[in-house]
């Protein structure tokens, strides 16, 4: 009987193996590895499992792993094994996130009890989850892809119906605005969700070893291949692929990356074989491709099939009315990052945030909302504000386009904490019932989707 899945993570190896024996006898479902850094690409936001952890590891010790984790989804349980001069450690990693530890020398019984009680939180997490969605309640989505613009609800529907498919997709957008959020999105609504999600930076690869990373490669392939070396594709069975930035990818391996969408196959270097791959891919762009393919630089057979399916997501420009929600959002979640007392913006702060263009998009939103949370402003050092001659650059749309959507944001920002009840709506906000019924009106507000029940 299979009692739930976990993945195990020491860099010692004889008490890894022990250890995995262990679980495995007392019917577990046991991944290990000795390689932290790859356990994130195998964790979805739908993750039917628990990670246990050594808390001292060279390369990414316990308590990094379980941050990059919890990155993903909060609610994913993470154990620690601890020494017993590490239990102090232990103790600050339980009020930052971790849901238990274990102290070493521990034995197969006790370790197998805290992993099952950890595993029945992690389905009953799942199960509320699910019944959430089906009550009509806000689903996990909302929650990654923040915002009430007709822009952002209209991305996450496309989301919901193009990430259970099969279809390879091509998502275009600025730098910043989310692509890969996006990306793990799909997955995750996709039957790959327990598979692993590779993310792949196609710009970041050296050309002359991005097809032995992609494709892996046999002992002798090339001066210094010692071993047998799967690529990126194998390590991605079963699950999905995402090429980001894949404009930056060098022509000559857009050939070959081109056989491997069109068949399936890959051949590592060095190798006459091909092996089947059965994965998903999911192609990043910052800018639209078909201008790299009128300009030769893209080929424009593999645009083609990378683009069975695309989305764009929007720049915050296009989706200002969010900017304020989006703000707070990130606001609480870099002050329970460093550990402080969130703050709430304050309207000055609202308007000067509707005031600028974020060129960096979310990205650059994230970092303002770090900034602030650590009592640094929302500018960056040494960055200032310039102003025109009627005292306003920098501010985009018109005065009276900037006030309504700090409305909107303010009467939303209330429903919110209000459960839908208008009353403690407009006694919050100093207004009489029959106006806030107005401007709800103007502003396209849905006093429905705010509603507890």
Known sequence: MNRGRILLVDDDTDLRLSTAQALDLAGFDVTDSDQPEDIPALISFGFNGIVVTDIRMPRLDGISLMNQIHALDREIPVILITGHSDVQLAVRAMREGAHDFIEKPFSGTQLAETCARALDYRRLVLENRVLRAAAGQKDDLEQRLVGRSNAIVDLRRRVRTIGPAEADVLIIGDTGTGKEVVARAMHDLSSRAAKPFIA?????????????????????????????????????????????????????????????????????????????????????????????????????????????????????????????????????????????????????MVEALLGRDWPGNVRELRNAAERTALGLGIEAPGETTTHGEDGDAGRAGKLSDRVAAFEKSEIERALLASGGALKPVYESLGLSRKTLYEKMQKLGIDKSQYSDS
């Open 200 to 348: 792949i930076d196609c710009a970041a690869l050296p050309e002359t070893q991005i097809e032995s990373e992609l494709f892996g490669h046999e002992p002798g392939a090339f001066p210094g291949a010692m071993r047998t070396r799967y690529g990126r594709f194998e390590h991605a069975r079963g699950g999905t692929v995402l090429l980001d930035d894949i404009g930056s990818m060098p022509m000559a391996v857009q050939g070959k990356l081109l056989r491997v969408i069109q068949e399936r196959t890959i051949q590592p270097l060095g190798s006459n074989e091909t092996r089947p791959v059965d994965i998903r891919f999911i192609a990043t762009s910052r800018t639209p491709l078909e201008e790299e393919v009128n300009e030769g630089r893209f080929r424009a057979d593999l645009f083609y099939r990378l683009a069975v399916v695309s989305l764009t997501v929007p720049p915050l420009t296009a989706r200002r009315e969010d900017i304020p929600l989006l703000f707070a959002r990130l606001l609480t979640e870099a002050a329970a990052r460093h550990r402080i007392d969130p703050v709430t913006p304050s309207p000055t």
